[in-house]
């Protein structure tokens, strides 16, 4: 009898996961759409080409070296994010996609950096980040 009390709040909790997961879903690729619209062309894709990829880069590794120590694990699949700066270059949100211990904890390291001020504020850049396995 106590076990059966348990399973319909189980239930509910599960059912009420799918909305939430939906909506991120939903946020993250809309989101997405509008940060390829940013870099697509013009003033967005001079600065995702030659200002923001260059900072990215020499900062991304660092961040998952230090992520695997922390969490004890590798990220083993492509990582996509949706980096959103602010006026002076300043990272007002990350999403990341797959949501994983090792890409959360990219994700707040992320959020503590700064990167040359872009075009226009704020501004979504998209990011994808491919994993070899060696």
Not at 89 to 117: H, N, Y
């Amino acid at each position: 009898m106590i076990r059966r009390s348990f399973l319909p709040v189980a239930v509910l909790l599960g059912l009420a996961a799918v909305p939430a997961f939906a909506a991120y879903k939903r946020t993250f690729d809309a989101r997405w759409k509008e940060a390829e619209e940013n870099v697509r062309s013009g003033a967005g894709q001079q600065y995702f080409d030659q200002v923001f990829f260059k900072e990215f880069q020499a900062k991304y590794a660092v961040h998952m070296t230090e992520c695997a120590q922390r969490t004890g694990e590798r990220m083993l699949t492509d990582l996509s994010a949706v980096i959103q700066l602010g006026k002076e270059g300043q990272v007002l949100g990350i999403l990341v996609r797959p949501e994983t211990k090792p890409s959360k904890c990219f994700a707040d390291l992320v959020k503590r950096d700064t990167f040359s001020p872009p075009p226009s504020e704020p501004f979504s850049i998209p990011v994808t980040i491919k994993f070899t396995v060696q």
